[in-house]
Protein backbone atom coordinates (compact mmCIF):
# COMPACT_ATOMS: atom_id res chain seq x y z
CA UNK A 1 0.00 0.00 0.00
CA UNK A 2 2.74 2.37 0.45
CA UNK A 3 4.24 2.20 -3.50
CA UNK A 4 0.48 3.37 -4.51
CA UNK A 5 0.89 6.50 -2.01
CA UNK A 6 4.33 7.33 -3.29
CA UNK A 7 3.20 7.27 -6.86
CA UNK A 8 0.46 9.22 -6.67
CA UNK A 9 2.67 11.52 -4.83
CA UNK A 10 4.78 12.04 -7.37
CA UNK A 11 2.16 12.00 -10.68
CA UNK A 12 0.13 15.14 -8.68
CA UNK A 13 3.85 17.07 -8.33
CA UNK A 14 4.34 16.43 -11.87
CA UNK A 15 1.25 17.65 -12.84
CA UNK A 16 1.58 21.17 -10.94
CA UNK A 17 5.12 21.55 -12.69
CA UNK A 18 3.61 20.78 -15.60
CA UNK A 19 1.32 23.30 -14.67
CA UNK A 20 3.44 26.19 -14.04
CA UNK A 21 5.56 25.19 -17.27
CA UNK A 22 3.22 25.31 -19.57
CA UNK A 23 1.92 28.83 -18.08
CA UNK A 24 -1.40 28.48 -16.80
CA UNK A 25 -3.63 31.97 -17.15
CA UNK A 26 -3.49 33.70 -14.01
CA UNK A 27 -3.89 37.14 -12.49
CA UNK A 28 -0.96 37.41 -11.47
CA UNK A 29 1.03 36.63 -14.08
CA UNK A 30 -1.20 38.55 -16.87
CA UNK A 31 1.12 41.05 -19.34
CA UNK A 32 0.96 44.83 -18.62
CA UNK A 33 -0.64 46.41 -21.27
CA UNK A 34 1.19 49.42 -23.25
CA UNK A 35 0.32 52.86 -21.25
CA UNK A 36 -1.30 55.73 -22.58
CA UNK A 37 1.42 58.24 -23.21
CA UNK A 38 0.74 61.45 -21.69
CA UNK A 39 2.78 65.00 -21.83
CA UNK A 40 2.33 68.18 -19.49
CA UNK A 41 4.45 70.60 -18.70
CA UNK A 42 5.51 72.03 -15.26
CA UNK A 43 3.07 74.09 -13.88
CA UNK A 44 -0.35 72.89 -16.12
CA UNK A 45 -2.90 70.43 -15.67
CA UNK A 46 -2.88 67.03 -17.11
CA UNK A 47 -6.28 64.89 -18.42
CA UNK A 48 -5.79 61.20 -17.41
CA UNK A 49 -8.32 59.38 -19.40
CA UNK A 50 -9.78 56.02 -17.95
CA UNK A 51 -9.57 54.21 -21.21
CA UNK A 52 -8.62 54.22 -24.89
CA UNK A 53 -9.57 58.15 -25.98
CA UNK A 54 -12.07 56.88 -28.52
CA UNK A 55 -14.11 55.20 -25.13
CA UNK A 56 -16.93 57.06 -23.90
CA UNK A 57 -19.87 56.94 -21.16
CA UNK A 58 -21.12 57.51 -17.58
CA UNK A 59 -18.40 56.28 -15.44
CA UNK A 60 -20.15 55.96 -11.93
CA UNK A 61 -17.71 53.50 -9.89
CA UNK A 62 -13.85 53.83 -10.90
CA UNK A 63 -10.60 53.46 -8.63
CA UNK A 64 -7.13 55.20 -9.49
CA UNK A 65 -4.06 53.43 -8.55
CA UNK A 66 -0.47 54.77 -8.62
CA UNK A 67 1.88 52.68 -9.58
CA UNK A 68 5.29 53.38 -7.47
CA UNK A 69 7.71 50.36 -7.03
CA UNK A 70 5.67 47.53 -8.05
CA UNK A 71 3.20 48.89 -5.87
CA UNK A 72 -1.04 50.22 -5.89
CA UNK A 73 -1.30 52.98 -4.07
CA UNK A 74 -4.82 54.06 -4.28
CA UNK A 75 -5.18 57.79 -4.75
CA UNK A 76 -8.78 58.19 -5.77
CA UNK A 77 -12.28 56.77 -5.89
CA UNK A 78 -15.82 57.47 -7.94
CA UNK A 79 -18.85 56.16 -6.49
CA UNK A 80 -22.29 56.99 -8.16
CA UNK A 81 -20.43 59.66 -10.22
CA UNK A 82 -18.66 61.92 -7.38
CA UNK A 83 -14.98 62.02 -6.75
CA UNK A 84 -12.82 61.82 -3.43
CA UNK A 85 -9.56 61.71 -2.85
CA UNK A 86 -7.67 59.54 -0.57
CA UNK A 87 -5.06 60.84 1.78
CA UNK A 88 -1.64 61.44 0.63
CA UNK A 89 0.13 63.58 -1.68
CA UNK A 90 -2.50 64.08 -4.47
CA UNK A 91 -4.93 64.49 -2.06
CA UNK A 92 -5.18 67.94 -3.11
CA UNK A 93 -4.31 68.06 -6.79
CA UNK A 94 -7.29 65.73 -8.24
CA UNK A 95 -10.53 66.16 -9.76
CA UNK A 96 -13.27 64.68 -12.12
CA UNK A 97 -13.69 65.46 -15.48
CA UNK A 98 -15.43 64.50 -17.99
CA UNK A 99 -18.12 62.37 -16.25
CA UNK A 100 -15.96 60.40 -14.28
CA UNK A 101 -13.80 58.85 -17.71
CA UNK A 102 -11.27 61.77 -16.82
CA UNK A 103 -9.13 62.41 -13.76
CA UNK A 104 -7.62 66.19 -13.88
CA UNK A 105 -3.82 66.30 -12.01
CA UNK A 106 -3.22 70.20 -11.34
CA UNK A 107 0.13 71.89 -11.04
CA UNK A 108 2.07 69.22 -12.48
CA UNK A 109 5.55 68.77 -10.74
CA UNK A 110 8.74 66.73 -12.25
CA UNK A 111 8.12 64.21 -9.12
CA UNK A 112 4.40 63.64 -11.02
CA UNK A 113 6.23 61.75 -13.94
CA UNK A 114 5.21 58.44 -12.88
CA UNK A 115 2.61 55.65 -14.01
CA UNK A 116 -1.34 55.52 -13.27
CA UNK A 117 -3.93 52.86 -13.18
CA UNK A 118 -7.63 53.30 -13.82
CA UNK A 119 -9.71 50.22 -12.54
CA UNK A 120 -14.00 50.71 -13.95
CA UNK A 121 -15.94 48.29 -12.25
CA UNK A 122 -19.42 50.12 -13.53
CA UNK A 123 -18.73 49.63 -16.59
CA UNK A 124 -16.84 46.87 -16.26
CA UNK A 125 -13.42 47.59 -18.51
CA UNK A 126 -10.16 45.60 -18.52
CA UNK A 127 -7.37 47.78 -16.46
CA UNK A 128 -5.55 50.58 -18.02
CA UNK A 129 -2.52 52.83 -17.58
CA UNK A 130 -1.44 56.38 -18.20
CA UNK A 131 2.14 57.40 -18.58
CA UNK A 132 2.87 60.97 -17.87
CA UNK A 133 5.60 62.53 -19.03
CA UNK A 134 6.37 66.39 -17.89
CA UNK A 135 8.44 68.72 -19.48
CA UNK A 136 10.11 72.11 -18.25
CA UNK A 137 12.26 74.38 -20.99
CA UNK A 138 15.72 75.03 -19.10
CA UNK A 139 16.18 79.04 -18.46
CA UNK A 140 19.26 80.90 -21.11
CA UNK A 141 22.47 79.32 -20.09
CA UNK A 142 25.37 81.25 -19.19
CA UNK A 143 28.79 80.70 -20.02
CA UNK A 144 32.32 81.86 -18.26
CA UNK A 145 35.64 81.51 -19.35
CA UNK A 146 38.75 80.22 -17.99
CA UNK A 147 40.11 82.84 -16.29
CA UNK A 148 43.09 81.74 -15.38
CA UNK A 149 44.11 81.64 -19.09
CA UNK A 150 45.73 78.80 -21.56
CA UNK A 151 49.40 79.15 -22.31
CA UNK A 152 49.72 77.95 -26.19
CA UNK A 153 52.85 75.56 -25.52
CA UNK A 154 51.36 73.28 -23.35
CA UNK A 155 50.37 69.68 -25.27
CA UNK A 156 47.71 68.44 -22.78
CA UNK A 157 43.71 69.97 -22.61
CA UNK A 158 43.12 72.84 -21.61
CA UNK A 159 39.98 73.96 -20.02
CA UNK A 160 38.52 76.81 -22.33
CA UNK A 161 34.76 77.35 -20.83
CA UNK A 162 31.80 76.08 -18.98
CA UNK A 163 28.19 76.37 -19.67
CA UNK A 164 25.36 75.69 -17.18
CA UNK A 165 21.86 75.12 -18.04
CA UNK A 166 19.23 75.81 -15.06
CA UNK A 167 15.95 74.18 -14.36
CA UNK A 168 15.14 72.12 -16.88
CA UNK A 169 12.98 68.88 -17.37
CA UNK A 170 14.31 66.47 -18.65
CA UNK A 171 18.27 67.03 -19.02
CA UNK A 172 18.70 69.32 -21.82
CA UNK A 173 21.67 68.40 -24.32
CA UNK A 174 24.72 70.69 -24.57
CA UNK A 175 26.36 71.59 -27.97
CA UNK A 176 29.67 73.45 -28.43
CA UNK A 177 30.60 76.13 -30.93
CA UNK A 178 33.71 77.76 -32.03
CA UNK A 179 33.46 80.35 -34.16
CA UNK A 180 30.06 79.33 -35.51
CA UNK A 181 31.11 75.57 -36.29
CA UNK A 182 29.89 72.83 -33.32
CA UNK A 183 32.23 71.14 -31.72
CA UNK A 184 32.63 67.07 -31.44
CA UNK A 185 34.58 65.01 -29.50
CA UNK A 186 37.95 64.47 -30.52
CA UNK A 187 41.54 62.70 -28.79
CA UNK A 188 43.93 64.58 -27.63
CA UNK A 189 41.95 67.67 -29.30
CA UNK A 190 38.46 68.44 -27.78
CA UNK A 191 36.77 67.05 -24.84
CA UNK A 192 33.61 67.67 -23.32
CA UNK A 193 32.04 66.41 -19.96
CA UNK A 194 29.00 67.08 -18.52
CA UNK A 195 27.22 66.84 -15.25
CA UNK A 196 23.78 67.50 -13.69
CA UNK A 197 22.49 68.36 -10.42
CA UNK A 198 19.00 67.86 -8.91
CA UNK A 199 17.71 70.63 -7.72
CA UNK A 200 14.68 70.31 -5.10
CA UNK A 201 11.77 71.13 -6.85
CA UNK A 202 12.82 68.14 -9.25
CA UNK A 203 14.41 70.02 -11.99
CA UNK A 204 17.92 69.87 -13.61
CA UNK A 205 20.45 72.17 -13.62
CA UNK A 206 23.27 71.04 -16.10
CA UNK A 207 26.94 72.14 -16.55
CA UNK A 208 29.39 71.55 -19.47
CA UNK A 209 32.88 71.87 -19.71
CA UNK A 210 34.37 72.63 -22.90
CA UNK A 211 38.46 71.33 -22.77
CA UNK A 212 40.56 71.62 -25.80
CA UNK A 213 44.25 72.36 -26.78
CA UNK A 214 44.49 75.69 -28.62
CA UNK A 215 47.12 77.23 -30.60
CA UNK A 216 48.12 81.02 -31.43
CA UNK A 217 45.38 81.89 -34.10
CA UNK A 218 42.54 81.01 -31.30
CA UNK A 219 43.40 84.13 -29.74
CA UNK A 220 40.24 86.18 -30.53
CA UNK A 221 37.89 82.98 -30.84
CA UNK A 222 34.77 83.22 -30.33
CA UNK A 223 33.35 80.01 -28.28
CA UNK A 224 29.70 79.83 -27.28
CA UNK A 225 27.12 77.08 -26.23
CA UNK A 226 23.76 76.01 -27.16
CA UNK A 227 21.30 73.78 -25.28
CA UNK A 228 18.77 71.54 -27.07
CA UNK A 229 15.45 70.04 -25.37
CA UNK A 230 11.94 69.14 -26.17
CA UNK A 231 8.19 70.56 -25.16
CA UNK A 232 5.26 68.49 -25.38
CA UNK A 233 4.28 69.95 -28.82
CA UNK A 234 7.34 68.32 -29.64
CA UNK A 235 9.51 71.32 -31.40
CA UNK A 236 13.02 71.18 -30.86
CA UNK A 237 13.89 74.52 -29.23
CA UNK A 238 17.91 75.82 -29.18
CA UNK A 239 18.78 78.87 -26.73
CA UNK A 240 22.07 80.28 -27.60
CA UNK A 241 23.95 82.82 -25.58
CA UNK A 242 27.67 84.13 -27.10
CA UNK A 243 30.55 84.67 -24.57
CA UNK A 244 30.99 88.00 -23.49
CA UNK A 245 34.68 88.52 -24.49
CA UNK A 246 36.67 87.48 -26.84
CA UNK A 247 38.55 84.73 -25.91
CA UNK A 248 42.61 84.86 -24.76
CA UNK A 249 45.68 82.81 -24.81
CA UNK A 250 49.00 83.08 -23.14
CA UNK A 251 51.99 83.84 -23.56
CA UNK A 252 51.35 87.81 -24.08
CA UNK A 253 52.41 89.22 -27.13
CA UNK A 254 51.69 93.39 -26.38
CA UNK A 255 52.05 95.21 -23.20
CA UNK A 256 50.75 99.10 -22.86
CA UNK A 257 50.31 101.64 -20.61
CA UNK A 258 46.67 103.14 -19.63
CA UNK A 259 45.71 106.24 -17.25
CA UNK A 260 43.05 107.26 -15.44
CA UNK A 261 41.07 109.34 -15.78
CA UNK A 262 41.59 110.15 -19.16
CA UNK A 263 41.86 113.83 -20.17
CA UNK A 264 43.56 116.84 -18.84
CA UNK A 265 45.22 115.96 -15.75
CA UNK A 266 45.91 118.63 -12.58
CA UNK A 267 47.13 118.91 -9.38
CA UNK A 268 45.51 117.60 -6.88
CA UNK A 269 43.57 115.10 -9.02
CA UNK A 270 44.19 111.02 -8.29
CA UNK A 271 46.09 109.14 -10.76
CA UNK A 272 46.16 105.59 -11.75
CA UNK A 273 48.85 104.12 -13.95
CA UNK A 274 48.38 100.33 -14.71
CA UNK A 275 49.68 97.83 -17.07
CA UNK A 276 48.02 95.55 -19.73
CA UNK A 277 48.57 92.66 -21.97
CA UNK A 278 46.97 90.90 -24.72
CA UNK A 279 47.30 87.42 -22.61
CA UNK A 280 45.25 86.22 -20.07
CA UNK A 281 46.10 85.73 -16.99
CA UNK A 282 47.71 89.20 -16.98
CA UNK A 283 51.74 88.73 -15.72
CA UNK A 284 53.67 90.48 -13.32
CA UNK A 285 54.60 93.76 -14.02
CA UNK A 286 56.84 96.70 -12.78
CA UNK A 287 56.40 100.48 -13.47
CA UNK A 288 59.20 102.73 -14.54
CA UNK A 289 59.41 106.63 -14.82
CA UNK A 290 62.36 108.34 -16.66
CA UNK A 291 64.77 110.30 -14.38
CA UNK A 292 65.12 114.39 -15.88
CA UNK A 293 68.26 114.77 -14.62
CA UNK A 294 70.28 111.71 -15.58
CA UNK A 295 67.64 110.14 -18.21
CA UNK A 296 67.79 106.75 -16.93
CA UNK A 297 64.39 104.46 -16.24
CA UNK A 298 64.02 104.02 -12.21
CA UNK A 299 61.83 101.74 -10.95
CA UNK A 300 58.33 103.16 -8.93
CA UNK A 301 56.64 101.39 -6.36
CA UNK A 302 53.19 99.95 -6.83
CA UNK A 303 50.42 98.43 -4.87
CA UNK A 304 49.71 94.81 -4.53
CA UNK A 305 48.04 95.14 -7.95
CA UNK A 306 50.59 96.13 -9.88
CA UNK A 307 48.56 99.84 -9.74
CA UNK A 308 51.27 102.93 -9.37
CA UNK A 309 48.53 105.66 -7.61
CA UNK A 310 49.16 109.49 -7.99
CA UNK A 311 47.09 110.88 -4.91
CA UNK A 312 47.39 114.00 -4.97
CA UNK A 313 49.00 114.62 -8.26
CA UNK A 314 52.15 117.08 -8.28
CA UNK A 315 53.51 118.47 -11.20
CA UNK A 316 57.10 116.68 -10.27
CA UNK A 317 55.14 113.54 -11.22
CA UNK A 318 54.53 114.37 -14.87
CA UNK A 319 57.12 113.07 -17.20
CA UNK A 320 57.51 109.31 -19.26
CA UNK A 321 56.33 106.03 -17.89
CA UNK A 322 56.98 102.81 -18.85
CA UNK A 323 55.40 99.48 -18.35
CA UNK A 324 57.48 95.59 -18.39
CA UNK A 325 55.81 92.42 -18.05
CA UNK A 326 57.29 89.00 -17.62
CA UNK A 327 55.70 85.78 -17.59
CA UNK A 328 57.10 83.35 -14.84
CA UNK A 329 55.92 80.12 -16.74
CA UNK A 330 57.61 81.39 -20.45
CA UNK A 331 60.01 83.97 -18.65
CA UNK A 332 59.22 86.15 -21.56
CA UNK A 333 59.76 89.80 -20.31
CA UNK A 334 57.94 92.59 -23.17
CA UNK A 335 58.33 96.43 -22.72
CA UNK A 336 55.69 98.88 -23.82
CA UNK A 337 56.45 102.06 -25.42
CA UNK A 338 56.96 105.20 -23.61
CA UNK A 339 53.95 107.15 -22.16
CA UNK A 340 54.35 110.99 -21.33
CA UNK A 341 52.25 111.65 -18.65
CA UNK A 342 51.31 116.07 -17.75
CA UNK A 343 49.87 117.24 -14.73
CA UNK A 344 49.15 120.56 -15.63
CA UNK A 345 49.70 123.28 -12.79
CA UNK A 346 49.52 126.78 -11.24
CA UNK A 347 51.93 127.93 -8.53
CA UNK A 348 54.04 129.52 -6.66
CA UNK A 349 51.46 132.50 -6.60
CA UNK A 350 53.25 136.40 -5.31
CA UNK A 351 51.58 139.26 -4.63
CA UNK A 352 53.88 142.49 -4.56
CA UNK A 353 54.32 144.56 -2.55
CA UNK A 354 53.68 141.30 -0.08
CA UNK A 355 52.30 143.67 3.10
CA UNK A 356 51.18 147.34 1.64
CA UNK A 357 50.95 150.00 3.86
CA UNK A 358 49.40 153.20 2.83
CA UNK A 359 48.56 156.79 4.19
CA UNK A 360 44.42 157.19 4.03
CA UNK A 361 43.95 159.55 0.44
CA UNK A 362 47.00 157.71 -1.25
CA UNK A 363 47.09 155.56 -4.13
CA UNK A 364 48.44 151.63 -4.32
CA UNK A 365 49.51 149.13 -6.94
CA UNK A 366 49.40 145.73 -6.44
CA UNK A 367 50.72 143.36 -8.79
CA UNK A 368 50.31 139.70 -9.21
CA UNK A 369 52.39 136.87 -10.53
CA UNK A 370 52.49 133.05 -10.89
CA UNK A 371 54.04 129.80 -12.28
CA UNK A 372 52.29 127.48 -14.79
CA UNK A 373 52.66 125.17 -17.79
CA UNK A 374 49.25 126.82 -19.00
CA UNK A 375 47.91 130.77 -19.60
CA UNK A 376 46.64 132.10 -17.24
CA UNK A 377 44.04 134.78 -16.74
CA UNK A 378 43.62 136.47 -12.75
CA UNK A 379 41.04 138.30 -10.76
CA UNK A 380 41.21 140.18 -7.72
CA UNK A 381 38.72 139.33 -4.87
CA UNK A 382 37.31 141.31 -1.41
CA UNK A 383 38.22 138.79 1.09
CA UNK A 384 35.58 139.09 3.23
CA UNK A 385 32.49 139.93 0.56
CA UNK A 386 34.23 137.94 -2.46
CA UNK A 387 33.29 140.81 -4.51
CA UNK A 388 35.43 140.79 -7.82
CA UNK A 389 37.11 144.57 -7.90
CA UNK A 390 39.66 143.94 -10.96
CA UNK A 391 40.88 141.95 -13.66
CA UNK A 392 44.80 140.82 -14.84
CA UNK A 393 47.69 140.94 -13.01
CA UNK A 394 47.54 144.75 -11.77
CA UNK A 395 45.44 146.00 -9.53
CA UNK A 396 45.10 150.01 -9.03
CA UNK A 397 43.76 151.61 -5.87
CA UNK A 398 43.04 155.09 -6.11
CA UNK A 399 42.53 157.70 -3.19
CA UNK A 400 42.12 154.89 -0.50
CA UNK A 401 39.77 155.71 2.28
CA UNK A 402 40.06 153.69 5.85
CA UNK A 403 37.39 151.27 4.35
CA UNK A 404 39.15 149.97 1.50
CA UNK A 405 41.66 148.60 4.31
CA UNK A 406 41.43 144.54 4.85
CA UNK A 407 42.68 141.65 2.88
CA UNK A 408 42.51 141.12 -1.03
CA UNK A 409 42.59 137.72 -2.93
CA UNK A 410 44.50 137.60 -6.49
CA UNK A 411 43.22 134.45 -7.98
CA UNK A 412 45.49 132.78 -10.70
CA UNK A 413 43.58 130.28 -12.51
CA UNK A 414 43.83 128.28 -16.14
CA UNK A 415 40.90 128.51 -18.18
CA UNK A 416 41.80 125.28 -20.62
CA UNK A 417 42.03 123.14 -17.50
CA UNK A 418 39.02 123.62 -15.62
CA UNK A 419 39.21 123.79 -11.82
CA UNK A 420 42.96 124.62 -12.09
CA UNK A 421 43.43 127.54 -9.91
CA UNK A 422 45.24 129.11 -7.18
CA UNK A 423 44.85 132.39 -4.69
CA UNK A 424 46.86 134.41 -2.88
CA UNK A 425 45.59 136.96 -0.18
CA UNK A 426 47.43 140.09 0.47
CA UNK A 427 46.59 142.22 3.58
CA UNK A 428 46.37 146.23 2.57
CA UNK A 429 47.05 148.84 5.88
CA UNK A 430 45.37 152.21 5.97
CA UNK A 431 47.62 153.92 8.13
CA UNK A 432 45.44 155.84 11.13
CA UNK A 433 44.06 155.98 14.69
CA UNK A 434 41.88 153.73 15.76
CA UNK A 435 38.51 153.17 14.15
CA UNK A 436 35.74 152.37 16.89
CA UNK A 437 32.31 150.47 15.97
CA UNK A 438 30.43 152.27 18.65
CA UNK A 439 31.54 155.68 20.03
CA UNK A 440 28.79 155.39 23.14
CA UNK A 441 25.92 152.87 24.06
CA UNK A 442 23.57 152.52 26.91
CA UNK A 443 23.77 149.25 28.31
CA UNK A 444 20.39 148.27 30.98
CA UNK A 445 21.43 146.52 33.64
CA UNK A 446 20.50 145.07 36.98
CA UNK A 447 22.97 145.44 40.15
CA UNK A 448 24.97 142.84 41.18
CA UNK A 449 24.41 140.15 37.93
CA UNK A 450 27.82 140.00 36.12
CA UNK A 451 27.85 141.62 32.59
CA UNK A 452 30.24 140.66 29.35
CA UNK A 453 30.70 144.19 27.58
CA UNK A 454 32.17 143.98 24.40
CA UNK A 455 34.27 146.76 22.45
CA UNK A 456 35.25 146.06 19.18
CA UNK A 457 37.99 148.56 16.60
CA UNK A 458 39.94 148.37 13.63
CA UNK A 459 42.76 150.05 12.17
CA UNK A 460 46.27 150.25 11.30
CA UNK A 461 48.22 149.13 12.76
CA UNK A 462 46.43 147.10 14.84
CA UNK A 463 45.15 148.56 17.73
CA UNK A 464 45.35 147.14 21.74
CA UNK A 465 41.82 147.65 24.04
CA UNK A 466 42.43 148.55 27.57
CA UNK A 467 39.24 149.31 30.34
CA UNK A 468 38.81 152.14 33.11
CA UNK A 469 37.42 149.51 35.73
CA UNK A 470 38.67 146.51 36.96
CA UNK A 471 37.33 143.04 35.05
CA UNK A 472 38.75 139.84 33.11
CA UNK A 473 38.79 140.46 29.74
CA UNK A 474 39.51 138.38 27.08
CA UNK A 475 40.75 139.75 23.34
CA UNK A 476 40.49 138.52 19.85
CA UNK A 477 41.23 139.78 15.94
CA UNK A 478 38.74 138.25 13.44
CA UNK A 479 40.47 139.62 10.69
CA UNK A 480 44.53 141.50 10.36
CA UNK A 481 43.01 144.97 11.11
CA UNK A 482 40.31 144.36 13.78
CA UNK A 483 40.37 143.56 17.45
CA UNK A 484 37.40 142.77 19.85
CA UNK A 485 38.09 142.60 23.78
CA UNK A 486 35.08 140.97 26.06
CA UNK A 487 35.10 142.46 29.58
CA UNK A 488 33.51 140.15 32.24
CA UNK A 489 32.63 142.56 35.13
CA UNK A 490 30.12 142.65 38.13
CA UNK A 491 27.34 145.28 38.34
CA UNK A 492 28.01 147.33 41.35
CA UNK A 493 26.84 150.88 42.48
CA UNK A 494 30.39 152.54 42.05
CA UNK A 495 29.93 151.00 38.74
CA UNK A 496 26.49 151.92 37.77
CA UNK A 497 27.85 156.10 38.70
CA UNK A 498 30.82 155.39 36.89
CA UNK A 499 30.22 153.82 33.65
CA UNK A 500 32.61 152.10 31.78
CA UNK A 501 35.15 153.41 29.40
CA UNK A 502 37.09 150.86 26.51
CA UNK A 503 40.16 152.70 24.44
CA UNK A 504 41.54 151.29 21.45
CA UNK A 505 45.15 152.50 20.78
CA UNK A 506 47.81 152.04 18.24
CA UNK A 507 51.28 154.56 17.47
CA UNK A 508 48.60 156.65 15.25
CA UNK A 509 46.91 157.58 17.90
CA UNK A 510 44.01 156.30 20.63
CA UNK A 511 39.62 156.79 20.22
CA UNK A 512 37.30 155.41 22.83
CA UNK A 513 33.46 153.88 23.41
CA UNK A 514 31.76 155.11 26.20
CA UNK A 515 29.46 152.81 27.94
CA UNK A 516 26.57 154.35 29.94
CA UNK A 517 25.04 151.64 32.69
CA UNK A 518 21.31 152.15 33.68
CA UNK A 519 19.85 150.26 36.43
CA UNK A 520 16.76 148.52 35.81
CA UNK A 521 14.14 146.56 37.07
CA UNK A 522 12.70 143.05 35.34
CA UNK A 523 9.33 143.72 37.70
CA UNK A 524 8.48 147.14 36.21
CA UNK A 525 9.26 145.91 31.94
CA UNK A 526 6.17 144.32 30.01
CA UNK A 527 7.15 140.56 28.06
CA UNK A 528 7.16 143.42 24.80
CA UNK A 529 9.66 145.66 26.79
CA UNK A 530 12.01 142.96 28.17
CA UNK A 531 12.47 141.74 25.09
CA UNK A 532 13.49 144.97 23.32
CA UNK A 533 16.20 145.81 26.09
CA UNK A 534 17.70 142.30 25.65
CA UNK A 535 17.69 142.09 29.56
CA UNK A 536 17.01 138.20 29.39
CA UNK A 537 20.87 137.67 28.71
CA UNK A 538 23.53 139.20 31.05
CA UNK A 539 25.72 139.09 27.63
CA UNK A 540 25.78 142.97 25.87
CA UNK A 541 27.36 143.55 22.47
CA UNK A 542 26.96 145.86 19.61
CA UNK A 543 26.02 144.01 16.38
CA UNK A 544 25.49 147.10 14.01
CA UNK A 545 28.53 149.33 13.36
CA UNK A 546 27.67 153.15 13.96
CA UNK A 547 30.74 155.65 14.21
CA UNK A 548 29.30 158.49 16.65
CA UNK A 549 26.04 157.34 17.07
CA UNK A 550 23.95 154.82 18.86
CA UNK A 551 21.21 152.93 17.54
CA UNK A 552 19.95 151.05 20.82
CA UNK A 553 16.59 151.92 21.91
CA UNK A 554 16.77 154.43 24.85
CA UNK A 555 13.64 153.49 27.64
CA UNK A 556 12.25 155.60 30.09
CA UNK A 557 14.07 156.18 33.76
CA UNK A 558 12.45 153.34 35.94
CA UNK A 559 12.00 154.84 39.80
CA UNK A 560 11.27 153.06 43.04
CA UNK A 561 7.62 152.35 43.84
CA UNK A 562 7.94 153.17 47.28
CA UNK A 563 9.03 156.51 46.78
CA UNK A 564 6.56 157.09 43.85
CA UNK A 565 3.74 156.29 46.42
CA UNK A 566 4.79 158.73 48.88
CA UNK A 567 5.51 161.42 46.71
CA UNK A 568 2.15 160.72 45.55
CA UNK A 569 0.57 161.07 49.03
CA UNK A 570 2.87 164.59 49.48
CA UNK A 571 1.23 165.93 46.64
CA UNK A 572 -1.90 164.83 47.64
CA UNK A 573 -2.02 166.31 50.96
CA UNK A 574 -0.13 169.67 49.82
CA UNK A 575 -2.42 170.66 47.04
CA UNK A 576 -5.25 169.54 49.76
CA UNK A 577 -4.51 172.13 51.84
CA UNK A 578 -3.90 174.92 49.05
CA UNK A 579 -7.40 174.40 47.51
CA UNK A 580 -9.21 174.48 51.13
CA UNK A 581 -7.87 178.17 50.72
CA UNK A 582 -8.25 179.22 47.79
CA UNK A 583 -11.68 177.99 48.10
CA UNK A 584 -12.05 180.06 51.73
CA UNK A 585 -10.65 183.46 50.19
CA UNK A 586 -13.02 182.86 47.12
CA UNK A 587 -16.42 182.70 49.62
CA UNK A 588 -15.30 185.62 51.55
CA UNK A 589 -14.50 187.22 48.04
CA UNK A 590 -11.34 188.63 48.89
CA UNK A 591 -10.01 186.78 45.24
CA UNK A 592 -10.69 188.71 42.19
CA UNK A 593 -11.61 186.77 39.32
CA UNK A 594 -12.28 187.58 35.94
CA UNK A 595 -13.27 185.73 32.96
CA UNK A 596 -9.99 185.25 31.19
CA UNK A 597 -7.96 182.81 33.30
CA UNK A 598 -10.50 181.94 35.40
CA UNK A 599 -11.19 178.19 36.42
CA UNK A 600 -14.20 177.43 38.19
CA UNK A 601 -14.18 174.66 40.78
CA UNK A 602 -17.48 172.97 40.47
CA UNK A 603 -18.70 169.53 42.13
CA UNK A 604 -20.03 166.87 40.14
CA UNK A 605 -23.40 166.61 39.74
CA UNK A 606 -23.78 163.31 41.49
CA UNK A 607 -21.54 164.11 44.57
CA UNK A 608 -23.33 168.06 45.53
CA UNK A 609 -22.46 169.27 48.98
CA UNK A 610 -18.56 167.88 49.04
CA UNK A 611 -15.62 169.84 48.94
CA UNK A 612 -13.48 168.64 45.29
CA UNK A 613 -10.29 170.11 43.99
CA UNK A 614 -9.26 169.64 40.36
CA UNK A 615 -5.68 168.75 40.01
CA UNK A 616 -3.71 169.01 36.74
CA UNK A 617 -1.01 166.97 36.50
CA UNK A 618 2.35 167.60 34.25
CA UNK A 619 4.06 164.68 34.17
CA UNK A 620 4.92 162.63 31.57
CA UNK A 621 2.92 160.36 30.02
CA UNK A 622 5.52 157.09 31.07
CA UNK A 623 5.29 158.28 34.43
CA UNK A 624 1.80 158.50 34.87
CA UNK A 625 1.36 154.72 33.48
CA UNK A 626 4.37 153.99 36.55
CA UNK A 627 2.32 155.90 38.66
CA UNK A 628 -0.99 153.63 37.30
CA UNK A 629 0.93 150.33 37.49
CA UNK A 630 1.58 151.43 41.35
CA UNK A 631 -1.78 151.50 42.18
CA UNK A 632 -3.36 149.32 39.46
CA UNK A 633 -5.81 151.55 38.46
CA UNK A 634 -6.45 151.92 34.80
CA UNK A 635 -7.12 155.38 32.60
CA UNK A 636 -9.01 155.81 29.27
CA UNK A 637 -6.75 156.91 26.21
CA UNK A 638 -8.38 160.38 26.45
CA UNK A 639 -7.59 160.91 29.95
CA UNK A 640 -5.36 163.79 30.92
CA UNK A 641 -4.21 162.55 34.38
CA UNK A 642 -7.51 164.96 36.44
CA UNK A 643 -7.89 164.23 39.69
CA UNK A 644 -10.82 164.69 41.87
CA UNK A 645 -10.02 165.15 45.76
CA UNK A 646 -12.10 164.98 48.55
CA UNK A 647 -11.23 167.56 50.96
CA UNK A 648 -14.09 166.60 53.71
CA UNK A 649 -11.14 164.38 55.23
Known amino acids: MGLPRLVCAFLFAACCCCRRATGVPGEENQPTPTPDLVEAEVGSTALLKCGPSRSSGNFSQVEWFLIHKERKILIFRVHQGKGQSEPGEYEHRLSLHDSGATLALSQVTPHDERTFLCKSKRPRLPDHYVELQVFKAPEEPTIQANVVGIHVDREELREVATCVGRNGYPIPQVIWYKNGRPLQEEENRIHIQSSQIVESSGLYTLSSVLSARVVKEDRDAQFYCELSYRLPSGNRIRSRRRSLSPFSVNPAEKVWVEVEPVGLLKEGDHVTIRCLTDGNPQPHFTIHKKDPSTGEMEEESTDENGLLSLEPAQKHHSGLYQCQSLDLETVITLTSDPLELLVHYVSDVRVKPTAPEVQEGDNLTLTCEAESNQDLEFEWLRDKTGQLVGKGPVLQLNNLRREAGGRYLCVASAPRVPGLNRTQPVSVGI ?41 SATEWSPDPQTVVSILHVLVTPELLETGVQCTATNYVGSNTTIIVLKLVSLTTLTPDSSQTTGLSTPTVSPHTRANGTSTERKLPQPESKGVVIVAVIVCTLVLAVLGAALYFFYKKGKLPCGRSGKQEITLPPTRKGEFVVEVKSDKLPEEMALLQGSNGDKRAPGDQGEKYIDLRH
Not at 456 to 470: Q, R
Open 431 to 471: IGFPWMAVKERKVWVQENAVLNLSCEASGHPLPSISWNVNG
